[in-house]
């Protein structure tokens, strides 16, 4: 591996990454098996380290469950081996999003295509592909993907009913309706409930449908800046996982402080922290390599978003208040934890030396100026004044840094909705928080022209969020991110690094 890849992951603040661009055949008309064959091959010739060659294999069984011709206890084989290969692939468990969920979906549909093919094994290939949809339907909640997760919990009704199994496949309607109902899936709603009816021997016909809809809800979040002065605690969690070599690393980095939020003379608000550096861990060493007991990477540390700054009486964002001399504290209290946990061996001083350079990079005032602006922006600003339709996809844009390089700002497509409503704690009786989820898409053109300045061969970036706040105040409570990032170089890009990370942050009021 050449060096510049080999430090990607401890200096990957100071790279780019390009959106995520699904599969696409380049011929006009309907694909063939050739087609996709060529595509895989191609693709892992020209660029063998990219998630696209896992997309691609998953597209190909895809088609070959759904639209290729020929017998089907062939077609179903090949669609195995596909499969096969891509739950063998280490990048599975780093990419994200098209991994496990996708996977165990198709999965699910192959048991389901074998059933009909024929044979002495129909009932057992329906039983295993009722347990494949109920992991998939984890799956697509983990990955705030509401919509396939209630689809793929009706499916699990649909063949629990083929298998004779009526009170299960009652049961998993059910479930799948009060899903409906949360996330406000109307029309799954409608169909479910015919379901439901027609297993309990009833009529199904549209008056009866209509009846039992009558009091489907019909939410909407009304979102308002209503701040009040008082104290929080927030922890944040933050895993990574990284391909790197063909061997996959991961880190865990953590943070626990105290906020305050206190009121003006001007009418606006002060944001405060405090125990920022006492209970940090920035998660730089690997806790866990495959293949190797010593690392031969590191992370670059994960930064508290704890820098102080000031709102407006309205909510808008007017700058921090610390960043210099929070920047020098954090660099050098970073750097003691490094050398403290360094293993010992041959390469740990070249390790530490990377680290440091992450470091220094991630940890600049103008560094965590810019992530205290957008992490507000995300939280609370963009929401004050909104009013959503739940279940409804909207759609904005605005700039972004780009995961894995946030020196790099870029104009980003920005998907939104509100899904639901949830408590706002664990604790919490009344489901009185709303939860949104945010999908964003850095601009082609801009990623273009950054990886051409940086002199990559190819990047792939995909981001995904949910939010959890008080309409009333945009007080958060929760946010959850899901991020992934693909970096090759080289000749033949057989140099690659991949990596993901999940972050957890949780909010908790005095009053909670």
């Known amino acids: 591996m050449t060096a510049r890849l080999l430090l990607f992951?401890?200096?990957?603040?100071?790279?780019?990454c390009a959106c995520s661009v699904p599969w696409q055949q380049a011929s006009t008309s309907a694909p063939g098996t050739s087609d996709f064959e060529a595509s895989i091959a191609r693709l892992g010739r020209t660029d063998p380290g990219s998630p696209a060659v896992l997309s691609a294999q998953l597209a190909y069984a895809d088609f070959?469950?759904?639209?290729?011709?020929?017998?089907c206890a062939e077609r179903l084989e090949r669609a195995q081996e596909e499969l096969l290969s891509v739950e063998a692939s280490p990048k599975?468990?780093?990419?994200?999003?098209?991994?496990w969920d996708r996977a165990t979906d198709l999965e699910y549909r192959l048991h389901l295509a074998r059933a009909a093919c024929g044979g002495t094994d129909g009932d057992n290939e329906l039983r295993t592909a009722v347990a494949a949809a109920r992991r998939a339907v984890e799956l697509y909640r983990e990955a705030f993907d509401y919509r396939s997760m209630v689809i793929k919990q009706s499916d699990v009704g649909t063949v629990l009913h083929r298998l004779g199994d009526n009170a299960a496949a009652l049961a998993a309607i059910e479930t799948a309706l009060e899903m409906d109902r949360e996330y406000g899936f109307e029309d799954e709603a409608r169909e479910n409930y015919k379901l439901l009816l027609t297993w309990r021997g009833e009529s199904a016909g549209d008056a009866q449908t209509a009846l039992l809809m009558e009091d489907f809800p019909q939410r909407r979040a009304v979102l308002q800046f209503g701040w009040r002065p008082g104290d929080a605690r927030i922890t944040l969690e933050s895993h990574r996982e990284c391909v790197d070599g063909g061997q996959i690393a991961a880190s865990r980095a953590a943070a626990t402080f105290e906020?305050?939020?206190?009121?003006?003379?001007?009418?606006g608000w002060s944001v405060s922290y405090t125990d920022r550096l006492s209970r940090y861990e920035p998660g730089v060493w690997p806790t866990m390599t495959q293949g190797s007991e010593i690392?031969?990477?590191?992370?670059?540390?994960?930064?508290?978003?704890?820098?102080?700054?000031?709102?407006?009486a309205t909510g808008e964002f007017e700058g921090v208040t610390d960043s210099t001399a929070f920047a020098v504290r954090l660099a050098a209290e970073t750097e003691e934890l490094i050398r403290a946990?360094?293993?010992?061996?041959?390469?740990?001083?070249?390790?530490i030396g990377a680290a440091f350079e992450a470091t220094t990079a991630t940890f600049s005032a103008e560094m965590l100026e810019a992530a205290t602006a957008e992490n507000y922006q995300l939280e609370t600003a963009m929401w004050i004044g909104a009013t959503l339709e739940q279940?409804?996809?909207y759609e904005t844009s605005g700039p972004l840094s780009l995961p894995g390089m946030p020196r790099v700002v870029v104009q980003h497509r920005i998907e939104f909705a509100f899904t639901r409503l949830v408590p706002c704690t664990a604790g919490a009786a009344e489901p009185t928080c709303v939860e949104m989820v945010i999908r964003a898409t850095p601009d082609e053109e801009a990623l273009e022209q950054v990886i051409?300045?940086?002199?990559?061969?190819?990047?792939?970036?995909s981001t995904e969020a949910r939010i959890v706040t008080d309409p009333a105040t945009l007080l958060p409570y929760a946010r959850e991110e899901r991020l992934y990032w693909y970096a090759s170089a080289g000749e033949g890009r057989q140099d690659f690094v991949l990596e993901s990370e999940h972050l957890v942050s949780t909010t908790s009021y005095g009053a909670d």
Do not use: H, N
Not at 64 to 71: D, F, Q, T, V
Not at 452 to 461: M, R
């Open 341 to 351: 946990a360094a293993p010992s061996g041959d390469r740990s001083r070249s390790l």
């Open 259 to 267: 906020r305050r939020v206190g009121a003006d003379k001007d009418g």
């Open 452 to 461: 051409d300045d940086v002199g990559l061969a190819a990047y792939t970036a």
């Open 92 to 99: 599975v468990r780093v990419m994200f999003p098209d991994g």
């Open 391 to 393: 279940g409804v996809w």
């Open 9 to 16: 992951c401890a200096v990957i603040s100071l790279l780019a």
């Open 64 to 71: 070959l469950l759904s639209e290729a011709a020929g017998p």
């Open 295 to 312: 690392p031969q990477m590191v992370f670059p540390p994960a930064a508290p978003p704890a820098v102080d700054f000031k709102v407006s």
